[in-house]
């Protein structure tokens, strides 16, 4: 077998052979000795290949999911778990759960509630006669049955309205028409009547917590709850 059939066969694509020297010599016996080659062989090795790229198709494992821009918004915020009725009864004053109001739209903004008695609290005055307001639910600590704090619907709950206060409304307040007396019946709700002007005061300070009567989408009567 030749030198460049084992080139061939290992695969060398290109073989550059140069020969340096040829001498023939002869032996003592006279006769002719086969010729030395000497040869300097180069070869040139084929360039490594490159890594194939990887194919998702060809592997086993599911290939990552790419994160995409759905495009879409956070889901509109929507009233809580739904608590008893607004209605005409009354609701207790220290009662623990937040009032419903049932097929009332919160997705049009601030409206009145259902006519009944809301046991809230007055936030805002969005103008001279129009007052924001919201459902309470009062929170008992040691100490009494009155001991404790209102709270209103949690974070990120729409349940809020809004309504006019009636010309001739009932303001009952429960620490005088001055804020600085103890003026309460023997259920803790306020007991003198005070004017509107200071009702509107009052609700745009947004500190006032009270059974809030509302009748033909007007508030027509507030009694201040008084808690220690």
């Excluded at 046991?119 to 005055?125: E, P």
């Excluded at 620490?175 to 003026?183: A, E, I, P, S």
């Excluded at 005070?194 to 033909?216: E, P, Q």
């Amino acid at each position: 077998m030749t030198t460049f059939d084992l080139f061939r066969r290992a695969g060398v694509p290109a073989v550059a052979v140069t020969l340096l020297s040829l001498t023939a010599c002869s032996g003592a016996s006279g006769t002719a000795a086969s010729p030395t080659v000497t040869a300097t062989v180069t070869v040139t090795a084929p360039a490594s290949p490159a890594e194939p790229s990887a194919d998702p198709a060809a592997s086993d494992a599911p290939a990552a999911d790419t994160p995409t821009d759905s495009g879409t918004t956070a889901p509109t915020a929507k009233p809580g778990k739904a608590g008893p009725p607004i209605m005409d009864k009354t609701p207790a004053p220290f009662g623990g759960t937040l009032q419903s109001d049932p097929g009332h739209d919160f997705t049009k903004g601030l409206s009145p509630s259902s006519d009944g008695v809301v046991r809230g609290q007055l936030v805002a005055m969005h103008d001279e006669n129009v007052a924001e307001y919201r459902p309470i639910k009062f929170v008992k600590e040691y100490g009494g049955s009155t001991s404790g704090h209102f709270e209103g619907p949690p974070e990120g709950d729409v349940t809020a309205f809004a309504a006019p206060i009636a010309g001739d409304v009932v303001f009952l307040s429960a620490v005088g028409c001055d804020g600085k007396d103890q003026t309460i019946d023997g259920d803790y709700l306020g007991s003198q009547r005070c004017s509107r002007d200071k009702l509107v005061l009052r609700a745009d300070a947004g500190d006032l917590r009270a059974l809030i009567t509302v009748k033909g989408g007007q508030i027509v009567k507030v009694t201040e709850i008084y808690a220690a």
